[in-house]
């Protein structure tokens, strides 16, 4: 193992568009951040669609900021914003249920 690879970690950026999801591992220096990541993934440039004004970023389910730094193994996640609000979706199956 060379020293450049001693300050390197794994890590993947996700996003979960409609008919498929896409993982993309990286390897990247310590003291990476999450939106350093996602730079680095070029995963916009596949999904031009994706703006961090509309979607949310975290890590394994947890919404996270930009500026977090990443640990090995971690996966930033990009999600898209929700279609229904699950409230209501939840509602109105149960009322369904009850007819």
Do not use: W
């Amino acid at each position: 193992m060379t020293d450049s690879e001693d300050h390197k970690i794994r890590v993947e950026v996700a996003y979960a568009h409609t008919q498929e999801a896409e993982i993309i591992a990286l390897d990247v220096n310590i003291g990476t951040t999450v939106m350093e990541a996602v730079e680095l993934s070029n995963i916009k440039s596949k999904h031009p669609s994706i703006d961090f004004s509309v979607n949310k970023i975290g890590i394994f389910g947890r919404l996270c900021p930009g500026d977090k730094i990443l640990n090995d193994g971690d996966r930033v996640e990009i999600y898209r914003p929700l279609l229904a609000d699950p409230k209501k979706a939840r509602r109105r199956r149960a009322s369904s249920q009850r007819t």
